[in-house]
């Protein structure tokens, strides 16, 4: 069965491979799964029709066959479940891989999304910069503890996981914040994921869509 995600159709990401999609397609991509793109412009979110996928209007979304899910890391885990590559044999190896899923979106991603909105929605605000700079050091204070369990290590734990998966894109957001140059091992980390093929043949599909519309 054909699997099909759905993407945005103009991303606001500007093609650089934020938008949440891009989780999926790199999972699919490390497991060396086939896929089709189903995008969508930001009206046909709202339709009745992707709301019965998404209720909350958003992508991505995953259909194969009679499943339908939504949710980047529910989705995620479900590729990772199904499709060896992405979480250890091991049981116990397993389950840690699992906890940094959780924790890059639980954890990690959080003070990250609070400091874009901060940026690109409340600049004209009289408490922005006090605010600003109260999530940029809840930001900090993560990127720390995540430096010290990372240490000299390649990957959190182990061979790469579903967990650097997430992990890593979610420290791509912090991209032109200039936050994470604090943090050599992170840096390098993050590299070290953006050089994996399946990453570039993900990212170059995502930029695709957004140079396509631009050009269009």
């Not at 503890?145 to 890593?168: I, K, N, P, Q, T």
């Not at 570039?200 to 869509?209: E, G, H, L, P, T």
């Amino acid at each position: 069965m054909t699997i099909t995600i759905t993407a945005f159709e103009q991303s606001p990401d500007g093609g650089k491979g934020l938008a949440r999609d891009m989780r999926v397609r790199w999972a699919l991509e490390e497991v060396g799964q086939p896929y089709d793109v189903r995008l969508l412009s930001f009206s046909a979110l709202k339709e009745p029709e992707h709301l019965a996928l998404h209720p909350f209007g958003q992508i991505p979304t995953y259909e194969e066959g009679d499943l339908a899910l939504f949710e980047s890391g529910a989705i995620v885990f479900h590729i990772a479940e199904h499709h060896a590559g992405l979480l250890p044999d091991d049981a116990t190896a397993r389950a840690r891989a699992i906890t940094w899923m959780f924790a890059a979106l639980s954890t990690m991603e959080p003070p990250i999304v609070d400091r874009e909105v901060a940026e690109y929605l409340e600049g004209n605000e009289s408490w922005y910069e006090q605010r600003l700079s109260g999530v940029e050091e809840r930001i900090r204070t993560r990127l720390s503890e995540l430096s010290s369990r990372l240490g000299h290590a390649d990957w959190l734990d182990g061979a790469f996981s579903a967990g650097d998966l997430l992990m890593v894109l979610v420290l791509r957001r912090l991209d032109g914040s200039g936050i994470l140059n604090d943090y050599p091992n992170l840096s390098a980390y993050v590299a070290r994921g953006e050089a994996r093929p399946a990453y570039k043949r993900a990212y170059d599909a995502q930029s695709a869509v957004f140079t396509a519309a631009s050009s269009g």
